[in-house]
């Protein structure tokens, strides 16, 4: 660990913009994302102050695997942690502490001893342990695993992404057996790594997103890891999202400031939306698409295809989620920039796709590693739909921006169902948040307001909500919610028969990915 760490420390490149004036104090957020690591600093308002982002590298060494460097995400991490420093002028002796918000499902698994992982990261997108999965499934395990961590048992989760690199690293399953090896989620690892190895835990976010965790007993269970064949002594310590997470080590931020806030991504942006409400809900357009509805201190089951998770644990409560997890949302439009070279640039699809009235029947079924909520089809592979002479580029780029509202109105609508709430409105935030066309047409499908947060940031935004509340930087919930503010509200233009007409196209077009 010390080599990794002394590496990570001497290849750093600070990076000074030069100080300016600063407020007294600040909350420093950690978002390691999927495609990019950021630090970002907040001041007392929720205002982002300063932020410094470095891209990460995605692997793909055979079809529908994904890895990446859980080395380079450390060094781009504290990197970031470096850069935001100088570029504001803020100091560790004037950061109060650092909340941690993360990619989900990603494990990492490493020598107990030395610190080094014995394998690449294997991405929540990674689908080479479908087959295992089904496997488990149809030994009779499904109903167990959905009653105690409120998952659909499916390769997106972690456990048996630890286990395949138990079985498919040479002398590790043999490793573990006997202790030597940890394991964690992209949070544990970057904790373990800035506290020198002193902390190895997660909380209890990204713990439910495991298959191994228990959300009523809010513990490891014991049956589950026999049947993933994960051993208990690789698991961190869980605990709850706002809380101590030990002290980041000196020699990377001199007066070593408490972690004391973490969430997966899609909690804290739960959080950071002020979504403490039972029925409040909102929708994030990254990589793909995650909806959560917060249910209160009491777990709802699914009965429309959706999980059950654990949404905020926070000043001594918990308060569980409904989630419906879209795989291909901003990956679509990547897609089109990177695999077909339709664009150049993301920022050019609202202009393309509103430079015709419609896609002329045209629907682009993005299930490109299997669909996700609410249909949970690993074997469902991507279709273009009702192509005909006069498909255009214009239409194809229209097409592949509208299946995120369609994917995010079905994930809603089995919400709606499996809570028994209406909703009227829809928070949202994420990359595709800003584009105007995709959010009018959201609006327009959903027959509802869509409602734009004015914080671009919103998931690490929730993280420092966490970090700051422990800490005492902001008194309580009360406080986080009067600095809320909308940015702009998309409300529904659309006559009900059209978008009924439109949605009925588009689940011809799922069903076809499904035959």
């Not at 942006?269 to 029925?279: D, E, T, V, Y």
Request: charge should be negative; include cysteine.
């Amino acid at each position: 660990m010390a080599t990794i760490m002394d590496s990570v420390m001497s290849s750093a490149k600070d990076d000074a913009m030069g100080a300016r004036e600063a407020p007294e104090g600040c909350i420093m957020a950690l978002d390691a994302g999927t495609t990019s690591v950021r630090a970002i600093l907040f001041d007392e308002y929720g205002r982002k102050v300063a932020v410094a982002q470095r891209p990460l590298t995605m692997h793909y060494p055979h079809p529908g695997w994904v890895e990446q460097d859980p080395v380079e995400i450390l060094s781009a991490q504290v990197a970031c942690m470096i850069e935001v420093q100088f570029k504001s002028g803020i100091h560790s002796d004037r950061i109060h502490a650092i909340g941690i918000t993360n990619q989900r499902e990603t494990v990492i698994v490493w020598d107990r001893q030395t610190g080094q992982p014995i394998y690449d990261a294997v991405v929540w997108q990674c689908r080479r342990t479908a087959d295992a999965v089904a496997e488990i499934v149809e030994d009779g395990y499904g109903d167990l695993i959905r009653e105690r961590t409120g998952l659909v048992p499916d390769a997106y989760f972690s456990a048996t992404k630890i286990a395949w690199i138990l079985d498919n690293v040479e002398g590790a399953r043999e490793m573990a057996n006997a202790g030597e090896l940890m394991c964690g989620t992209v949070d544990t690892w970057l904790i373990y790594n800035l506290t020198r190895g002193e902390v190895h835990a997660t909380d209890y976010t990204n713990a439910s997103r495991t298959m191994l965790f228990d959300i009523h007993r809010l513990d490891w269970d014991d049956d589950l890891c026999e049947i993933f064949r994960v051993p208990r002594s690789m698991l961190p310590e869980a605990r709850p999202s706002s809380g101590s997470f030990g002290e980041v080590s000196p020699d990377i931020m001199r007066n070593h400031p408490r972690i004391t806030g973490v969430a997966g991504d899609q909690q804290a942006s739960l959080f950071g939306h002020c979504c403490f409400a039972p029925g409040s809900v909102k929708n994030t357009y990254g990589t793909g698409c995650f909806m959560l509805m917060n249910m209160g201190p009491k777990p709802v089951m699914s009965s429309n295809g959706l999980v059950t998770t654990i949404g905020i644990a926070e000043g001594g409560r918990v308060d569980y989620a409904l989630e419906g997890s879209v795989f291909q949302a901003g990956s679509v439009i990547q897609w089109l920039r990177d695999g077909l070279r339709l664009i150049d640039d993301a920022a050019q699809t609202a202009k393309i796709a509103s430079s015709v009235p419609d896609t002329d029947g045209c629907y682009v079924v993005p299930a490109f590693t299997g669909l996700g909520a609410p249909w949970w089809r690993s074997d469902a592979r991507g279709v273009i739909a009702g192509i005909t002479r006069g498909t255009d580029r214009a239409r194809l780029v229209r097409a592949a921006c509208e299946s995120m509202a369609y994917q995010t109105y079905d994930v809603l609508k089995a919400m709606e169902a499996d809570s028994g709430r209406s909703l009227s409105s829809l928070n949202v935030d994420g990359g595709a948040a800003n584009n105007p066309f995709i959010m009018q047409f959201q609006a327009d499908l959903l027959g509802m307001d869509v409602v734009r947060a004015a914080s671009a940031e919103t998931t690490a935004l929730g993280a420092a909500y966490l970090a700051g509340l422990a800490c005492g930087f902001w008194a309580d919930r009360d406080e986080l919610a009067g600095l809320a503010e909308d940015e702009k509200t998309y409300a529904p233009n659309m006559s009900p028969e059209r978008a009924a007409a439109l949605l009925e196209g588009w689940h011809e077009a799922v069903r076809r990915t499904l035959a």
